[in-house]
């Protein structure tokens, strides 16, 4: 099974560089667990886009395989919206590709739960 890194900025947000810094921590991530690497897709976009109009993202989940993984660095990479995040977790479970994130919340449900906890807290 592969796992297949992908990487999303935000117009504005850093472009090639934000991106390179993304490939690098994913990269490393896959070489600390051994994981058997399947492609690298990027793309500037805005997290509200919905799949239907993810090129890149579309791209990284039709290169994988049932069993597969799609990587991310976190879970806003996909969105910041739970709904979108959410709609990319049922797309992919449909295929029975998992999401996974290096670091924080780890579904949807848990991204929310960690954005009430920030909003609360500031």
């Known amino acids: 099974m592969k796992v297949v890194g992908y990487a999303r900025v935000v117009p504005g947000e850093g472009g090639e560089s934000a991106i390179a810094h993304q490939e690098a921590r994913l990269s490393e991530y896959l070489k600390a667990t051994e994981a058997v690497p399947g492609g690298f897709y990027a793309e500037e ?39 979108v995040v959410t709609e990319i977790f049922e797309h992919c479970a449909g295929r029975n590709i998992k999401v996974k994130a290096i670091s924080g919340p780890q579904t949807p449900e848990e991204m929310r739960n960690s954005l009430e906890v920030t909003v609360q807290a500031g």
């Open 45 to 83: 976009i805005s997290g509200d886009v919905l799949l239907g109009n993810r090129a890149k993202l579309t791209e990284a989940i039709c290169a994988c395989e049932p069993g597969d993984s799609i990587l991310v660095v976190r879970l806003d990479r996909l969105s910041s919206q739970k709904k």
